[in-house]
């Protein structure tokens, strides 16, 4: 029986000048799906999703994390089960080490000690980055801070992943080490992102937002195969991909 | 300047720490209610914003570099408690963890450099408010002249500092002209940096400005350019404040009332004052042309940067609410 | 005006002093340099007996002396003001190769040379054997005010970054033939240093969110450094009761 771990019902939001963000976005995502966030720059997917941890606060609509409404009493456990990834991972890597990055979650969730300790090691080994414990973010390359920022998300044991063009600057090597590690991750996950590929290969369900309104939800391969649909919202594939010919290897719904 | 340990006496040394603990304390525990939680971040990045900026040099003639203090820059763009906080905490850790500056002249250092600059600029730079005109223009005149002269109210106090705890026997006339009429020319390359650097962050986000949180729209887009009579009435306050300086020069060639002393013989009395001995330090009243004279200069310099000082930690205490309302960030 | 250094002094080794909880070396250095400072100048054995104990500390921390000689220059203005006051220094006048010198003034002169030049050791000693954050971390356990060592650590933390756009802000410009020489072309040097304010100070509103997203709720969290223990305290003491039992035996014998 899967619970719905994401339930977003007519969620506005409109920025100081009145610029109209967000215009009513309808999103339900099951436990365990992994959906890409499509759409042109400006569509209101980062706004989105600095709504789904309260740290933009919508003017209507609901959010419900799980079984939990988003609310001013509730943020503090919301913000332990969404687990956002930045697209700039200088802003998220703000203490002088990793190790000390990703203790900074877990330490406010109230872990001391050892316990802190071994759930720092935990989430550091799940990216493979044990070894950028006592590094300074500012030292590593774009791969490993993108590791590492994962790390301080994952060390709060979320049940949301939420990561923001997380392909974005890497290399090859690296992209495909992330890939990998995303891949593995069984946590509901929600990736804003251009690179079709990604979506392709990751996620079995993507979401166009554009305009601040969802715009078309569906199988990822049906989505990327539909030209005119992704004219119509500034999409285009990269050249030589055919999602038609590997509609057998990619992830499709349970 | 990042003074070095032993270049002033113990005696001020502790007494300067005792005065910029008393102030950072101050300015620490009035902020809590200004400096939001949201600020905490945003002071530290600042804080590296003028560390680096204090690193790199801009052109002042014919090749020559200077760099910047930015201590008014600071109180003027984030408000002079926590822009006298921010600098402070650039001064210490560049101590600490740079081995730029000793760590027993922290005391003068924090002073001179993060206490008076930010404090002494923010005063200066409401009065420039007051007489030029409403716009942005206005504020950023105001900055360059607070900019330069925080530098020269920053090497006034050096030299007061120099007048206690003197620790050569160099009279505090000569340094008093010595490192003013040098910071007269830095002062002009802060200034001028300060005014350019805030006019560019006026025309992309005011708001984020907290010594122009006053103006409405219409004052930030009105272009008239600054007056004659209000640049003339800028220069001659300015002035004033630098005549001090000027009028040491005046000082070391003996003038009628001095003559007469001598010829009477009161002269030779007065100076062996044993009463400033006590008081100031050994070498730097010794050698001065004019005692009372330099003196007199000496309480006037250090009744203006009290004064100054002084009136911009009232206003940061007081902590005047900005006249409209901010858009409150999300 | 002095330029602070952006490279940081830390020598990477494992000795002693490296491994020295923060707030003993801080505090043992500040009492230190303080019994330095309030030695009398005539006492001059009570200067060879401190810089006996630097070069000792110098060897117990590996660092080369090459090294502290260099970062030693940043001293020389002051050096150079000194060799110049006896010179022009009044009082009691001596006559050395034909040219009439100050007494005190020459006693000034090795005043500020000597302590100075000790006190800068010193400061280069600590900063060679302590990692910044540690530095920062160790004014916290010394009672400086939480929110101080909060905005230091976030200082530390995005120095780089920021001296980093600043520097390729400037190649950008050289790059298009900026060679500016006069005061009156500084404009875009300003203007870009506007420029980075703005984007650090937005950059700092991110960093906030990302605080708030990991569960910040106004106090950093104790994330479980390394106090110091009484043996730290012990060896600490060392240092500042060698340096007072000079300072006042050459207080009491000059």
């Not at chain 1, 109209?20 to 759409?39: C, H, N, P, T, W």
């Not at chain 3, 060799?83 to 000034?108: A, K, R």
Request: proline share 5%; glycine share 10%; charged share 15%.
């Amino acid at each position: 029986m899967t619970s719905m771990a994401l339930d977003i019902q007519g969620l506005e939001f409109a920025y100081p000048d009145g610029l109209k963000a967000l215009a009513g976005v309808d999103l339900r995502i099951e436990s365990g799906e992994r959906v890409a966030l499509l759409g042109p720059n400006g569509a209101g997917k980062t706004t989105l999703a600095l709504h789904l941890n309260g740290i933009k606060e919508a003017e209507g609509g609901t959010i419900q994390i799980g079984d939990l409404p988003l609310s001013e009493e509730n943020l503090g456990e919301i913000r332990r089960r969404v687990g956002l990834v930045f697209q700039d991972t200088d802003d998220q890597l703000f203490m002088p080490t990793v190790g000390e990055d990703v203790a900074f979650g877990p330490a406010n969730l109230g872990l001391r000690g050892d316990e802190l300790d071994a759930r720092v090691n935990e989430a550091l080994a799940a990216v493979t980055a044990s070894e950028l414990k006592s590094r300074p973010p500012h030292h590593l390359s774009g791969g490993e801070r993108r590791r590492a920022a994962l790390a301080t998300v994952l060390a709060m044991r979320p049940d949301l992943l939420v990561l923001d063009e997380p392909s974005s600057g890497l290399d090859p090597a690296a992209r495909r080490e992330l890939l990998n590690l995303l891949q593995e991750l069984t946590i509901t996950q929600i990736i804003i992102t251009h690179d079709l590929p990604l979506a392709l290969e990751l996620c079995e369900r993507s979401v166009i937002l554009d305009g601040g309104a969802v715009v078309a939800d569906g199988p990822t391969v049906d989505i990327l195969t539909d030209t005119k649909l992704l004219e119509r919202h500034r999409l285009e594939l990269p050249f030589g991909l055919d999602p038609a010919a590997v509609r057998d290897l990619v992830p499709r719904r349970a | 300047m990042h003074a070095p340990d032993g270049f002033l006496n113990a005696g001020t040394a502790v007494a300067t720490g005792a005065v910029s603990l008393g102030v950072i304390g101050t300015a620490v525990h009035q902020s809590k209610a200004t400096l939001k939680e949201k600020q905490v971040p945003l002071a530290g990045i600042v804080a590296a914003f003028i560390f680096a900026a204090q690193m790199f040099n801009f052109p002042v003639a014919a090749g020559t570099t200077g760099h910047l203090l930015g201590g008014a820059l600071a109180a003027i763009l984030l408000g002079p408690s926590i822009g006298a906080i921010v600098v402070t905490i650039v001064v210490v850790v560049q101590a600490l963890a740079f081995a730029d500056g000793g760590l027993t002249a922290l005391g003068y250092n924090v002073l001179n450099m993060a206490i008076v600059t930010a404090f002494g600029g923010w005063a200066l730079y409401r009065l420039f408010r007051r007489i030029l005109p409403n716009t942005a223009a206005g504020v950023v005149a105001a900055t360059g002249l607070a900019g330069g002269g925080s530098v020269i109210l920053s090497s006034m106090a050096f030299s007061l500092e120099w007048l206690f705890g003197a620790t050569a026997p160099i009279p505090f006339d000569t340094v008093l002209g010595a490192m003013v009429g040098v910071h007269l020319f830095i002062g002009i390359g802060e200034g001028v940096i300060s005014g350019l650097a805030m006019g560019a962050i006026l025309v992309a986000r005011p708001d984020l400005i907290y010594g122009a949180r006053d103006l409405d729209r219409a004052q930030m887009r009105d272009r008239t350019p600054i007056g004659a009579r209000t640049l003339v009435i800028s220069g001659i306050l300015v002035a004033l404040v630098f005549g001090t300086v000027v009028s040491q020069f005046a000082a070391d060639s003996p003038d009628g009332l001095e003559r007469v002393a001598a010829d009477t013989g009161i002269a030779a009395n007065a100076q062996d004052h044993t009463l400033d001995r006590f008081v100031f330090a050994d070498y730097a009243t010794s050698g001065i042309g004019n005692e009372a004279l330099s003196l007199a200069i000496a309480g006037a310099a250090g009744v203006l940067i009290t004064l100054l000082v002084g009136f911009g930690l009232f206003a940061a205490v007081r902590g005047s609410r900005p006249r409209r309302d901010q858009p409150s960030g999300v | 005006m002095g330029a602070g250094h952006a490279h940081a002094l830390y020598v990477h080794e494992h000795t002693l002093l490296h491994h020295l909880a923060p707030e003993a070396k801080l505090a043992a250095a500040f009492l230190f340099v303080v019994a330095v400072a309030i030695s009398p100048p005539q006492a001059i054995w009570a200067f060879v007996a401190f810089a006996a104990a630097i070069v000792l500390l110098v060897r117990l921390a590996r660092v080369r002396f090459r090294f502290v000689a260099g970062r030693l220059l940043v001293i020389v203005p002051f050096v150079l003001f000194a060799v110049f006051i006896p010179f022009i220094g009044s009082g009691e006048q001596v006559e050395v190769l034909g040219i009439s010198l100050s007494v005190d003034g020459l006693w000034s002169m090795w005043n500020i040379i000597a302590k100075a030049s000790i006190g800068a050791t010193i400061s280069i000693l600590l900063a060679a054997t302590t990692e910044i954050p540690d530095i920062v971390r160790g004014m916290g356990r010394l009672k400086v005010p939480a929110v101080l060592v909060s905005i230091a650590t976030f200082m530390i933390r995005y120095l780089e970054v920021i001296a980093g756009e600043l520097g390729r802000m400037r190649v950008a410009m050289t790059a298009r033939g900026y060679d500016p020489r006069w005061l009156w072309q500084a404009k875009p040097i300003a203007a870009s240093a506007g420029a980075l304010f703005i984007r650090s100070y937005e950059r700092g509103e991110r960093v906030y969110d990302a605080m708030l997203a990991r569960g910040y709720t106004g106090a950093m969290p104790d994330l479980g450094h390394r106090r110091a223990t009484r043996r730290d305290w012990a060896i600490g003491a060392a240092l500042p009761l060698f340096g007072l039992a000079v300072a006042l035996a050459a207080g009491v014998l000059t």
